[in-house]
């Protein structure tokens, strides 16, 4: 009550000033009257900490105020933009007395409070962004009095309640709507229709219900549709979305919608994309989407660049017609009910940088024709049931930096093309039935930086010394297969590995002491071998090793007693009878174990696995954090811990920490390239931006094959 007397008082103290006026504008019209309104909205501020509003003072001419411009005479007031000055308070309804107001920009601040439905006075208004800030309430109804208004931009509050449908009646000039990440409910007004020239509508993340209006047909000049993440329901829009020509962005993931015929015709769909000739983006990930799909996909635009349908219940085979789209970029049809073989029609798609298939019934061979994408970055054909030998023209994906064929029933030897491969970060052939030995060309990949998986297999022979080479690679899992000799001394060369998984072989020959050399070692697991001697001294020195696992083999002699093994219990020892010394035998925590095919998992699905991190879901606390139970969309149950469930913004700090720690390290061969720096700050921009297909981990972090949290 306080605030606004004072601003009352100020307002008339500007109007009292008389005789203040240019080329005869009326003293309650006046650029005066503006100066009193802007000083009202300072006074309004609680915190300045950059100081932007210094300088609006009586003593500096309005139209030099920071933020602040006036029309070509200096007569008014025109344009309010104070964009990401970490201004804090409430929003002063006096600025409605700026009058001649067009521009009102206050995007990523910390305003508070309800939007003053007095802004409606402000018939000149054309512009109106006060996205990311922290107002709530409803958007007012009064809004539909803004008949000029082009630009509304509300995005990123706590906006609650509907949209008022008489925005949309009256305000036909809108040409951009965003009112995404809020927690707006009901339907999306029919009135919307009325927008004929609106171009661009971002509604995503809110709780909106019932279908995409019909009226959208009429909006022709529709260029950005992007919905997703609401509880919209219904059939696919085919008849609306046929008639938007100008479409390029088209994103309906994590909707309540099906295809048509009760959720199992998708032709009609895709038929009506196909008059979208400049659509670039198709997001429909995770709305339970039935059929199989439409050979009419390869006659949607030749622009199109990115196709997401993961997580769907899409069955059958991938039409050959999809090779027609010669731009795709981005194919993910991940957890589908694929069960063909792949048509090598396929292989036509040369600019292809990224090719998810996991996690679906694909059989038969793997297409020697996956070799011939020139651009290929990214090659996950995990979770299938591929037979057969490993192409050798995979070894022609020069661009390649992750490829994934895990979790299939191929057999035969790894062909030792793959060591063309050698800009190759990730690698896993893990839970296969590969025989052999491991090839020597394996040191071509001198770039893998994160992991090499090739456990659970039927490999045989030595371990190959040529894995002394991958100075970068961070894990290497050879565990269960038919591995036998020494381990090799030259290991140490290894000097970034994080973890070594060699259990389950035949291993014979002592520990090497320069095992020791690892100072980033975390995890070691020689376990079930034929190992002997005694337990290198060296390890003491070890200071990042926090699990060891040296039991059932045939080592001797006195356990050391200093370092690590200080803290160590039995169960790192066990089936070791010749072993002697003092160890815990207390119950330490639990060993972390390798999980070859670790899933990523957004924090969206998290949340929605746990009801919004439900309190009545929390199943324990303590000093390891709260830990809530939860089903993920597949039915799978899973146990979240609260300190792993972190905002953007704390993911990104970590994740700059861990690359300006590799970016400073002392050898060369340990130190990022500049190349792959900015490819994991540009991974790091798109997770920030909402990209679904960016997980939490740069590829720096975390790998498919990493260390468990206990």
């Not at 009064?142 to 509300?154: G, K, Q, R, T």
């Not at 670039?280 to 439409?294: I, S």
């Not at 190959?464 to 090799?488: H, R």
Request: one cysteine or more; glycine letters at 8%; charged letters at 15%.
């Amino acid at each position: 009550m306080l605030l606004l007397l004072v601003q009352h008082l100020v307002l008339i103290a500007g109007q009292d000033i008389s005789g203040y006026h240019r080329h005869h504008h009326p003293l309650h019209d006046s650029l005066q009257t503006d100066r009193a309104a802007l000083l009202a909205f300072k006074m309004a501020i609680s915190s300045d900490p950059i100081s932007t509003l210094a300088n609006w003072n009586e003593s500096t001419d309005v139209c030099d105020f920071t933020g602040v411009r006036c029309n070509k005479y200096h007569h008014r007031v025109v344009n309010l933009s104070l964009v990401d000055t970490e201004l804090e308070g409430l929003l002063s309804p006096i600025l409605t007395n700026l009058t001649r107001l067009r521009v009102l920009e206050l995007p990523n601040n910390h305003l508070y409070g309800i939007l003053p439905p007095e802004l409606s006075s402000l018939r000149h208004l054309h512009t109106l962004k006060l996205e990311g800030n922290n107002f709530h309430g409803q958007i007012p109804d009064c809004f539909y009095f803004l008949s000029d208004l082009s630009h509304l931009a509300l995005m990123g509050n706590n906006f609650t309640g509907t949209i008022p449908p008489s925005l949309f009646s009256n305000c036909t000039s809108l040409l951009s709507v965003d009112l995404s990440q809020n927690s707006l409910i009901g339907r999306i007004p029919p009135e919307i229709g009325n927008c004929t020239f609106l171009w661009n509508l971002n509604l995503y993340n809110n709780q909106f219900t019932g279908e995409i209006p019909v009226s959208l047909a009429n909006v022709t000049a529709m260029y950005n549709l992007d919905v997703e993440c609401n509880h919209l329901s219904g059939e696919l829009p085919s008849d609306t979305i046929g008639k938007l020509p100008e479409l390029v962005y088209l994103h309906l993931s994590y909707n309540n919608m099906v295809s048509h015929d009760l959720n199992t015709d998708l032709e009609p769909f895709f038929t009506a994309l196909t008059n979208c000739t400049s659509l670039r983006e198709l997001e429909m990930a995770g709305m339970g989407l039935g059929g199989r799909l439409p050979s009419s996909i390869g006659r949607v635009s030749a622009k199109l660049r990115t196709v997401l349908l993961q997580e769907n219940q899409i069955f059958g085979s991938i039409p050959p017609d999809l090779a027609k789209l010669s731009r795709l970029l981005l194919l993910n049809l991940t957890s589908n009910l694929l069960n063909e073989t792949i048509s090598a029609e396929i292989s036509q798609l040369q600019q292809l940088q990224q090719l998810f298939l996991s996690h679906n019934s694909f059989a038969g061979e793997i297409p020697a024709s996956f070799g011939h994408f020139p651009h290929l970055g990214l090659l996950d054909l995990s979770n299938n049931r591929f037979s057969g030998n490993i192409p050798e023209s995979l070894g022609n994906l020069v661009q390649i930096k992750s490829l994934f064929l895990n979790n299939n029933l191929l057999s035969g030897k790894i062909p030792p093309t793959l060591g063309h491969c050698a800009d190759l970060y990730k690698l896993d052939l893990s839970y296969n039935r590969l025989t052999g030995n491991i090839p020597s060309e394996i040191s071509g990949l001198r770039e893998i930086r994160i992991f090499l998986n090739l456990s659970h297999n039927r490999l045989e022979g030595p371990l190959p010394i040529e894995l002394s080479k991958l100075e970068n690679v961070q894990e290497i899992d050879l565990s269960s297969n038919n591995l036998s000799g020494p381990i090799f001394v030259q290991i140490s060369s290894c000097i970034a590995l994080r973890m070594i998984n060699f259990s389950n072989n035949s291993l014979e020959g002592q520990l090497p002491e320069s095992l020791g050399e690892l100072r980033n070692l975390e995890a070691l697991d020689v376990s079930n071998n034929s190992l002997s001697g005694t337990i290198p001294t060296s390890f003491s020195k070890m200071h990042s090793l926090n699990f060891l696992n040296l039991s059932y083999n045939n080592f001797a002699g006195m356990i050391p007693s200093e370092g690590m093994f200080g803290s160590i219990t039995i169960l790192s020892f066990l089936g070791n009878p010749h072993l002697c010394g003092v160890v815990h035998e207390t119950e330490r925590k639990s060993p972390p174990e390798v999980i070859p095919n670790f899933p990523r998992i957004t924090y969206k699905e998290l949340s929605d696995a746990t009801g919004g991190f439900d309190e009545q879901r929390l199943v324990g606390s303590g000093g390891y954090g709260r830990v809530y139970k939860g089903v993920l969309h597949d039915g799978t149950p899973i146990a979240v811990k609260a300190p792993e469930v972190k905002k953007m913004s704390e993911v990104a700090i970590g994740e700059l920490i861990e690359l300006g720690i590799l970016c400073t390290q002392e050898s060369p061969s340990t130190r990022p390239a500049m190349l792959d720096a900015a490819d994991d700050l540009d991974r790091l921009k798109r997770y920030l931006s909402g990209d679904t297909t960016a997980t939490f981990a740069s590829s720096l972090g975390i790998s498919s094959s990493t260390l468990g949290d206990d």
